[in-house]
């Protein structure tokens, strides 16, 4: 498996491992229409992985030959109350391959890059009743900071999620 920063031809293959986790890991969380209606061909539209401002989103994958296993993005703190984090916004992989370390390997580089972008501490967002992401994050020592919120610009439907932090 060889992990390094994703190209702009890789934006179907990172969308289908995002729609795929999503409907696998949200499958109880969110309405089943909702996922059932999610496809990778919309969401690769919203990738730019072309972008090498530090201000924005950048997207490790871990790849084998020329599959893509899964993804983290990461970008400095969106939270107002905690400007100076780096922020891990997404990780995800394939539902076939969990269980295989790719996810440990994955946070590893994105710590690593946050660190090596100066940030000291970082911050996630976690969906209120993701128990199989709570329970690895707190394996990789995020802590959740008492911070809770509501998004409601999923196509209307409203989600819960808490923070958590850690140090790099």
């Keep these: ?50 972008n090498l401002d530090p201000l924005k989103p950048r997207t490790i994958v871990a790849a084998e030959e020329r599959a893509i296993l899964g993804f983290a993005t990461t970008m400095p703190s969106r939270d107002a109350d905690i400007p100076d984090h780096g922020e891990l916004c997404a990780l ?14 994955l946070i590893a580089a994105a710590r690593a890059d946050l660190l090596a972008q100066g940030h000291r501490k970082a911050l996630l967002w976690v969906l209120v009743g993701n128990a199989r992401a709570e329970r690895f994050y707190r394996i990789d020592q995020w802590v959740a900071d008492g911070s809770r919120r509501t998004d409601s610009g999923w196509k209307g439907i409203v989600v819960n999620e808490v923070r958590y932090q850690r140090g790099l």
């Design 1 to 50: 498996m060889q992990l390094r920063l994703a190209q702009p031809d890789d934006a179907m293959a990172v969308a289908r491992v995002h729609v795929r986790s999503w409907q696998v890991a949200y499958r109880t969380l969110l309405p089943d229409d909702y996922l059932s209606q999610l496809r990778p061909e919309d969401r690769a539209k919203s990738y730019d992985f072309t």
């Design 92 to 105: 995800y992989v394939d539902p076939d391959k969990w269980g295989q370390g790719i996810g440990a390997a």
